[in-house]
């Protein structure tokens, strides 16, 4: 009798033990349902607009190259040459390229905004700075040769396939709520993985087949149960790693951050698309020509590929930027546009521990930084990510009763435990939309699993 007793408390862990991991696999099923469309999009293009540069230097090549002259035009001069040939655009940008080869490309917008402008925090030109954008502006592109001045095309930034692929991949061509789909889904992916990580877990086994290597010479559904949670498991931190480098992109947890950074005092100074500074305007005024800034910009050894932003209005400032895949390496200045005077200027070493963070983070998220062993596993973990979500499909397919959902059933009589309930509730209050979409989760699985046990 005493043996027995003993014995209760070791079974019903265990019954409770295979309780939770029957909820795990339910949760993982419709996590899995729900967002899998969205994940393979999102993946896709985003595998797409990792080979940007790639893609346009071999589509565009009459526009991106010349053949190298002796002498290059000074850039003013370059510059009104781009306006003659769109002369109902206004210059937004200069950029030119320290390649011998490469044209000269001025970005132009409209003069005036005709309908309601919509705005998004971003974090501009993948710096540490979050400020606030006009959203899918149409931005016309003039190449020019920097040698002889002639226009060799324009071209909208509607008309790019690239430009196409980051809007699909940022807010699925729908603007802002689009976006909060798109974090929304990089919620789901986090608690995918979780969920995904202690169905993986051995659980008492001690085997490596099957944990930690495929069995590939078995039946179908171990097959795939195999090439669907082993790979996972080996590519879960770079996943989890692109999940969460791409959040500050979002809407919600986007903005929270950024109040957060505020309120900390980590945010960035300012940066390239400052709006916070200003031209000080006095009757009789004249503007400083783009060849001043650039060449102040050299003085200081701003050399290689420049940015140059060009002021919008009579408070704006000019504001010179160089480009580098390592974002120590981006230094920007403001000036009046009227004196010259310097405004600001980045330092490097005086950018809060955060903000350096973040900046480091998109560029790694874009596979940018170490060149092109960065690019090549942000290309490899998207494309598991891909497969993960494919072969998940598969194995519904396979253990799907026809005519039937086949979602795994919720376990009877469980009570979930507080730390269950807890993780939850952490995980909620890092991702906000991930916390108010569960209960919705919640309550419609309530409701499904009510309607389930009517039928039968």
Known sequence: ???????????????ASRKFYQLIIRWHFFCGLLFIPLIIVISISGCIYLFEDEYEDFMYQDLLFVT??????????????????VPDLRAASFKSYPEAERSTEVIFREKHQHKPVKTSMEWAGD???????????????????PYTGD???????SDRLMAFMKDLHGNLLTGKIGTKFVELTSCWVMMLMTTGLIMWWPRGKTGVMGTLIPRLKTNKRLFWRDLHAVPAFYFSFFIIFLVISGLPWTDV???????????????????????????????????????QVIAEAKSRGYQGELNVK???????????????DDPAERPSMHFDQYTGKVLASSDWDKVPLLAKSVSYGIKLHRGEYFGVWNLVLVLITTLVLIFMAISGVVLWLQRRPKGKLGAPKYPKEYKQPRWVIGTAIGFSLFMPLLGASLIVFIMGDWVYSRYTAFKV
């Open 127 to 145: 710096g540490p700075e979050k400020v606030r954008m006009v959203m899918n502006r149409e931005r016309t592109s003039v190449f020019i040769n």
């Open 310 to 324: 060009i002021p919008r209005d009579i408070r704006d400032t000019y504001a010179i930027q160089r480009n580098s």
């Open 68 to 85: 190298p002259g002796k002498t290059i035009l000074p850039a003013s001069a370059l510059l009104e040459k781009a306006r003659l040939a």
């Open 1 to 15: 009798m005493s043996e027995t007793a003993g014995q209760n408390p070791t079974i019903a862990k265990r019954a």
């Open 151 to 157: 226009i060799l095309g324009t071209m909208k930034s």
């Open 253 to 291: 947890w986007g903005d929270a951050f950024h109040t957060i950074q505020r309120n900390l005092k980590m945010s960035a100074p300012a940066g390239f698309h400052s709006r916070e500074l200003h031209s000080k305007y006095f009757m009789g005024a004249e503007k400083i020509s783009i060849d």
